[in-house]
């Protein structure tokens, strides 16, 4: 039986002389609470925790199913009236927790708690409680009184200002082992103790807190115990009832998954006097709700009542009870949860009827609980959905560190995370964790092929309501997409250098070039002379043909194939990550210098296969002849054609030197190295004419930087302008005057080779050339003294044709890591014409007509006068100049 003005969120329930209020958690939710009772007089008084056990009251937060609260039927501020009892009880709610504009609610609910026992006794949660029926003797109810009560002429020390038909208590004597105290009604109302007296009963409520509560075992079960005599006046008597009363504190075992819960009959506190005994009814239920035995059996409940103690068996998780989050040391578990109540009547020969009602909330050990944690990758919107739970509702997420950064959960979308909460029919929830997969939080990993690891690493923390405990978890959720972009390269090679061009991906960031377990940084390439350039796209590495990390093999048997490899590596578990490579075909030419005074420069390598081979030890034909310079893998050698056991053969037109680099064992005449180079001078002998310079003047242009010998190939493109110079080195006489004859270009490097095409045919432009060749006039400077002793012209880049196709002995197809193109190569060769600017012509060599020039020269008739007159023809590789032609498409051609 219940009477409230509004429900609305709240529930009641009746049991005895208790009455249950539930607060539902919908109404509680993201609110702050306070609660009240309320007087008859309309004064609030706040329900704290001192004054809720001294006044019969019980608080149970429970999140998800809000807020409990239990009345006892003289609790103060409670209004009794025949067989009911009314609670007024006031509700606070704020959204803040100085409860400023707090919404307030008034709810009333009353209960008919039916006859009364002679004795009654109660445990609560926090408090005990006895209630015994007042006893007068019959001729004191038959004394009539002629004079009002006075109480403080006798006992001025009470102070009591009662009414003479009321009967008030007076003292209350607490029983101890080692003595009796007294406390008088104020004294123990101090002390936290709550006394109360109707016209028929005394009641005592204990907190189990107080001073004079003691703790007794009895049956292995240990029990809080207070005794106590409450003395009570009634007219001119003073009277004492006993209000012994005892709670069981243990008792409850945890085996197999159940909850057993052991309740001793007898308890001497309660049995003082007691000489017969006989069990009247014993029920047991949940929540103040009295269960039938087939509810009972439905939940698979046992209620046993045995001979000494009454028992009941719960199985861990039934229906009634619930889990609650738990925390210990920092590791997330559960707790099953169950408030059971026991209510037990007996007979004996003192009380006649004793009802001891037992309200137990019954809380399972810590039980550790793992949190799943499951990834699913939504690839289209390249988003990391990570959900972390199923959690119990009395769990919140509060905040998340990222990468060392602690943020609320509001303030988590500003590092691009966004956070939801999926709810569950049982009340469970999960939290759905969404993360870009390119937040700069989420780390990129290469893994293999076009895969990329993305791992998302956030530490979560949570607090549990009400008993506010934390507890963290990391989460590290790893997603594996096919979106790995790795670095490519291309590599190509020009006359002295090769190259390497790597491509930069979307993995590499971290990825270090070694070259083996040599790492190259600027220092270390500018130590070796290569070049190392990054923009952070690309990684351009650029080492000469001859450096000391370039391999060398031998290929086909004239030429050298030359190689550089590189590794990029991680930059912090050093695992190799990825090789590149250029390789490049060189001719053995690149490797000997034949110079016009008859020195020789030749530089030998260590070949793939020949590691053990010390350069130090090589020599030419001659022994004694050594390196004049060694590296690890080269050995210099200069030299004279004279000298050093080189062999020579000649004809009519050709002078051949010929030597060789070798590599002997110890006590080994056989090389087992072995390098054959050549140098061929080509000598005409001739006359000198005389002839006349043009009138027309010739165009100037600067030439102050020549390529160097390392150059060589210079790289052209078609239609490309190429400048020569050619120079008298000796003498530096005044009187001769260099004039050129003819010039033409080859596709190999022998000058009678065909095809061929002139440039110059005795002094003069080729008028068949779609582009003609341009002379440029010579003056004095720092670096030219005698001007007369050069010749400058502009030849236009060409290939050679037959028809409308290239000439295919012209084509070699130069294929490198990652590119490939089409080159071909072009020998310049040119005769030239000495002449004595002090003599008369003599033949038709001097002077050269379309040549540029001032004066006629003389005619020299012989080889051995002072001013000798010769005709030179590919002079000492100076004047064969091979240049490379690359172009990107055959149509340019």
């Not at 001025?156 to 200002?161: A, D, G, I, S, W």
């Not at 031998?554 to 050093?574: Q, R, Y």
């Not at 050093?644 to 000649?650: A, D, E, L, P, V």
């Not at 004809?651 to 070798?662: D, G, H, K, R």
């Amino acid at each position: 039986f219940f009477n409230t003005s509004d429900t609305g969120p709240m529930s009641l329930e009746c049991l005895g002389n208790l009455l249950r209020i539930t607060l539902s958690a919908e109404y509680l939710e993201d609110k702050y609470l306070s609660l009240f009772v309320v007087d008859q007089s309309g004064t609030a008084w706040e329900l704290d925790e001192a004054m809720a056990a001294q006044c019969g009251y019980t608080v149970t937060y429970i999140t998800w199913r809000g807020i409990e609260l239990h009345a006892s039927a003289l609790s103060c501020h409670s209004h009794l009236e025949k067989d009911v009892f009314t609670v007024t009880v006031q509700i606070k709610t704020s959204h803040t927790p100085d409860m400023s504009n707090a919404t307030t609610h008034l709810k009333s609910a009353s209960c008919h708690y039916g006859l009364w026992s002679p004795r009654e006794l109660i445990c609560e949660s926090n408090y005990m409680e006895v209630s015994v029926k007042k006893e007068v003797p019959q001729s004191m109810k038959d004394f009539v009184q002629d004079e009002p009560e006075d109480w403080t002429l006798v006992f001025p020390e009470v102070k009591l200002q009662a009414k003479a038909e009321e009967a008030s208590i007076w003292q209350i004597v607490f029983h101890q082992p080692e003595e009796k105290r007294a406390l008088l009604v104020s004294n123990a109302w101090s002390a936290g103790y709550g006394l109360n007296t109707t016209d028929s009963r005394v009641l005592l409520r204990v907190p189990y807190t107080a001073a004079q509560v003691q703790l007794v075992e009895d049956q292995g079960i240990t029990f809080s115990v207070l005794r106590s005599s409450t003395f009570y006046k009634y007219q001119w008597v003073i009277l004492m009832v006993d209000t012994a009363v005892a709670c069981p504190v243990d008792g409850v075992d945890y085996t197999n998954k159940t909850i057993t819960w052991t309740v001793p009959k007898y308890i001497p506190p309660l049995y003082a006097g007691v000489t017969s005994f006989k069990d009247v009814l014993v029920e047991a239920g949940v929540d103040l709700h009295k269960l039938s035995a087939k509810e009972m059996a439905s939940r698979k409940y046992v209620l046993l009542n045995e001979l000494k103690a009454i028992t009941m068996k719960i199985p861990i998780g039934a229906e009634g009870g619930y889990y609650k989050t738990s925390v210990s040391n920092g590791q997330l578990g559960i707790k099953y949860t169950i408030n059971l109540f026991l209510e037990h009547q007996w007979e004996d020969n003192k009380w006649r009827l004793t009802k001891h009602t037992i309200i137990k909330e019954i809380e399972t050990p810590f039980e550790q609980e793992e949190v799943a944690i499951t990834n699913n990758l939504n690839l289209i919107a390249r988003l990391m959905n990570v959900t972390v739970g199923t959690f119990l509702p009395d769990v919140e997420l509060v905040n998340l560190t990222i990468e060392g950064v602690t943020v609320a959960v509001p303030e988590a979308v500003q590092h691009g995370y966004l956070i939801h909460k999926t709810r569950y029919a049982n009340g469970s929830k999960a939290y759905v964790i969404q993360v870009p997969l390119d937040a700069p939080s989420v780390k990129k990993e290469y893994m293999r092929e076009d895969m990329r690891a993305y791992t998302l690493n956030v530490t979560l923390t949570f607090i549990t309501y009400p008993s506010r405990e934390t507890f963290v978890i990391p989460v590290i959720a790893l997603s594996a997409v096919k979106d790995a972009v790795v670095p490519s390269a291309r590599g190509f090679c020009d006359g002295s250098n090769l190259h390497l061009i790597i491509t930069r991906g979307n993995v590499d960031q971290n990825w270090l070039p070694f070259i083996s377990d040599w790492h190259l940084t600027q220092e270390a390439a500018q130590k070796y002379n290569y070049i190392l350039k990054d923009n952070g796209t690309h990684l351009a590495i650029s080492v000469p043909f001859l450096s000391p990390h370039v391999s060398y093999e031998g290929f086909h048997n004239s030429a050298i194939k030359a190689s550089f490899h590189v590794t990029l590596k991680d930059g912090i578990t050093l695992t190799q990550r990825r090789d590149f490579s250029v390789s490049c075909i060189f001719s053995p030419s690149e490797l000997i210098q034949c110079l016009p005074n008859g020195t020789v420069i030749i530089t030998a390598i260590k070949l793939v296969g020949g590691e053990d081979l010390d350069t130090a030890l090589l020599v030419l034909r001659d022994r004694q002849c050594k390196p004049s310079m060694v590296t690890e893998k080269t050995a210099t050698f200069k030299f004279n054609v004279n000298t050093c056991g080189t062999s020579r053969k000649s004809n009519s037109t050709t002078m051949t030197y010929e030597n060789e680099v070798l590599y002997f064992r110890p006590d080994n005449d056989t090389p087992i190295y072995q390098l054959k180079f050549l140098c061929s001078y080509a000598v005409k002998q001739t006359a000198d004419v005389r002839y006349e310079s043009k009138k027309n003047p010739l165009p100037k242009k600067s030439y102050s930087e020549p390529y160097q010998e390392s150059e060589y190939p210079v790289v052209k493109y078609l239609r490309e302008a190429l400048y020569f110079e050619v120079e008298l080195l000796q003498p530096k006489d005044a009187r001769l005057d260099l004039n050129l004859d003819d010039c033409w270009a080859t596709s190999s490097q022998s000058q009678d080779s065909l095809p061929q095409w002139n440039i110059l045919n005795h002094g003069c432009v080729n008028n068949r050339d779609s582009y003609r060749t341009v002379f440029y006039e010579v003056d004095y400077s720092l670096r030219v003294k005698f001007p007369q002793h050069l010749k400058r012209f502009e030849v236009r880049m060409f290939t050679f044709v037959q028809g409308t196709s290239l000439l295919q002995e012209q084509v070699r197809c130069l294929c490198f890591v990652m590119s490939c193109w089409q080159s071909w190569q072009l020998y310049f060769h040119c005769t030239v014409v000495i002449c004595n600017t002090k003599q008369q012509p003599l033949d038709i060599f001097c002077p050269r007509r379309c040549n540029p020039g001032k004066h006629r020269l003389g005619k020299e008739t012989s080889m051995s006068q002072v001013s000798p007159v010769f005709l030179f023809s590919n002079l000492a590789c100076a004047l064969t100049s091979p240049v490379r032609l690359q172009t990107s498409s055959p149509r340019l051609c």
